[in-house]
């Protein structure tokens, strides 16, 4: 297969592999799979490029963390924190929503967000069983705002680092002139997501009652357990801070926490890899083939030229089709090899146009990128790992019905950037 056929099999595949996954009538893993197979069996990439083309710093990082989480979680951590947030709220579930918004984002600003979804999820489901509500909202709240603080910094999200790592770009670059948009972001998102979940977050006063009663210290079953975790949790924290200095890639870091909290627990593997959502693991593998296949036949570069060629080198039209660009794709595409595919781009566009100033681009890309995987489902890896979380605890999402909130709350994330880009940066 050569030249368009390889493109015509590539787009159709991809686009019937998406079509399936949003119809949910096969579980999404058996079809990203199935759809990665078969670019490499129809002649699109080989085995090879197909391996290449999987982001392993990804997949590295979520099973580390995975693993680390599952092990923490025997100690009575999470039931603890999830009693201690729950009283600090006075059992009220909407309160409880809108402080585990602010941790997660806080959180995934510091650390990345798929870190900070797998800490603060199981803390989501011991709290709403607690106050026997539906955990749902709260976890969809946590998904946006994983999103939205990780926006903030160079650490907090994929896109970020790889912008960072390609301009010169610091942690105190993304915090200074990202950050201040990310601040009014999250508190309209809060907002609109009050008004929103207001008559689905009720519970009974008893049980707010029985909530204030409870002694968090007594859910903590092992004690060793406890701070041997919290030791490695603390460690691979500061990993993740140092992980650009010492010349490690967060998957290294991730991946030492978990192998480091297994020997000094003599944890049993076996047992510990039960953690891990290994359904979520190979839908990223798949989806990373399928993207793959659509980069080496030049289907991504195609689209993001001829999106530029019509903006003719000015900056304003530019940094909006950009941010506009970005938030779209990252929402149906995953934002890591569309930002790989965008920074090349955009540097030969400010040196074919005489740009000397490219950050305002940078950070368009940014914040299209990062704030663009709320828009589905499978926008962002912390919705994937979250939604396989809640399914493990037989909650499911439809794409149709995230899509149907996250969309518009991502439109509103885009069009305050726009704003925001337009009268700092791009006049």
Not at 9 to 19: D, H, K, Q, R, W
Not at 144 to 166: E, Q, V
Not at 281 to 307: D, K, N, Q, T
Request: hydrophobic share 55%.
């Amino acid at each position: 297969m050569e030249g368009n056929s390889q493109v015509l099999f590539a787009s159709a595949v991809f686009l019937i592999s998406y079509a399936i996954i949003i119809s949910e009538k096969i579980h999404r893993t058996a079809v990203a799979l199935a759809g990665g197979m078969l670019v490499i069996i129809g002649g699109v990439i080989s085995q090879e490029q197909a391996i290449e083309a999987i982001d392993f710093n990804t997949i590295g990082l979520l099973v580390g963390m995975m693993v680390i989480v599952g092990i923490a979680r025997n100690s009575g951590l999470f039931e603890y924190l999830a009693v201690w947030a729950a009283k600090k709220s006075k059992g009220d579930p909407m309160k409880i929503m809108i402080s585990l918004t602010v941790i997660t984002a806080l959180l995934s600003a510091l650390l990345d967000n798929v870190t900070t979804v797998l800490l603060i999820v199981p803390i989501t489901f011991s709290i709403a069983k607690a106050l026997e509500i539906n955990p749902m909202p709260i976890l969809f709240s946590e998904i946006l705002a994983s999103n939205i603080g990780g926006t903030a910094t160079l650490i907090g999200d994929p896109p970020n680092i790889m912008i960072g790592s390609a301009t010169g770009l610091g942690f105190m670059d993304f915090v200074i002139n990202v950050g201040p948009v990310i601040l009014v972001i999250l508190p309209v998102t809060i907002l609109i997501l009050k008004l929103i979940y207001r008559k689905e977050l009720i519970t009974r006063e008893e049980l707010k009652e029985n909530i204030m009663r409870m002694d968090p210290s007594s859910e903590i079953k092992n004690v060793g357990l406890l701070k041997k975790s919290l030791i490695v949790i603390a460690l691979t924290i500061l990993g993740f801070f140092l992980h650009q200095y010492l010349h490690l890639e967060s998957a290294t870091v991730a991946l030492s926490g978990a192998a480091l909290l297994l020997l000094i627990t003599n944890e049993d593997p076996e047992h510990a890899l039960i953690a891990v959502e290994w359904p979520v693991i190979f839908f990223f593998a798949g989806l990373f083939i399928l993207v793959g296949a659509l980069e080496h036949v030049g289907v991504i570069e195609w689209i993001a030229m001829e999106s530029l060629k019509l903006t003719g080198g000015e900056m304003l039209p530019t940094g909006m089709l950009i941010l506009w660009l970005s938030a779209i794709a990252s929402s149906f595409v995953d934002n890591i090899p569309f930002v790989a595919t965008m920074i090349p781009l955009i540097e030969d566009m400010g040196r074919l146009g005489g740009m000397t100033d490219l950050n305002p681009l940078w950070w368009a890309l940014s914040l299209g990128a990062c704030l663009g995987g709320n828009g589905t489902i499978i926008g962002a890896s912390a919705n994937v790992v979250v939604v396989g979380m809640a399914e493990k605890q037989g909650y499911k999402w439809t794409f149709v019905g995230f899509m149907k909130v996250a969309f518009p709350l991502m439109l509103v994330s885009i069009l305050i950037s726009s704003v925001y880009l337009y009268f700092f940066y791009l006049t």
